[in-house]
C-alpha cells in the first residue's frame, strides 16, 4: 500500500456541490457545472466534509507540480461556477471596416481586409460570445474553453503575406479575469 502525504487543502464555499466519481470531479454552483478528469499514480483527490484534499505519494518536484496544477484547476472550477470568467477582445481596423457577427456556434468576420469570403472561428462548450461596437465579450464558467474561443477569434484575423507594420487589422485580446 502507497503511503500519501498531504499537500494541498482546498476550502469548498457554501452553495458549491463537488463530486469525485472514479478520477472524474465534478463542481456544481449557481452558475453551472464543470467536470474534469484528474488521472494519476503519484496524486490523490479526496473529498471530506468541505474540503478538497490533493495528497502525493512521492515527495519530488514532478508529483508537487501535479499536485498544485490539479488544485489551481480546482480553485478556477470553483471561480468559474461562482463568478465566472468574462475576456475582452478590440476590433481594430484601418484599411477595411470589418464586420463582426455570432451565429449559432461560430464567429462570423466578413470584409476582412476586403476578402469576400467570411471567416469563421469555433465557439467552443458554453462559452456566450457578444460583439458591441469595436468590442467582443466572451463569458462562461469554464476559463480553458473561454481562453480557446478568444485564441480561436484571433487565430482567424490571423494576416499572412501583408506587411505588419502596415496592416495590423485583426481581432485582439485585451483583458480577462
Known sequence: MTEYTEAYRIEVPKGITVTLEDYKCTVKGKLGEISRVFRSNAVKVEHQKNEIILSVSKQNKSSKAV?????????????????????????????????????????????????????????????????????????????????????????ATKIKGFDLRVFQDGIYIIGGN
Open 67 to 155: 499536485a498544485g496544477t490539479w488544485a489551481s484547476l480546482v480553485r478556477g472550477m470553483i471561480h468559474g461556477v461562482t463568478e465566472g470568467y468574462q475576456y475582452e477582445m478590440k476590433i481594430d481596423y484601418t484599411h477595411f471596416p470589418m464586420r463582426v457577427s455570432v451565429k449559432g456556434n461560430h464567429v462570423l468576420i466578413e470584409n476582412f481586409l476586403g476578402e469576400r469570403a467570411a471567416r469563421e472561428a469555433e465557439i467552443l462548450g458554453s462559452c456566450q460570445v457578444a460583439v458591441k461596437g469595436d468590442r467582443v465579450m466572451i463569458d462562461g464558467i469554464d476559463r480553458e474553453q473561454i481562453g480557446n474561443t478568444a485564441s480561436n477569434i484571433e487565430r
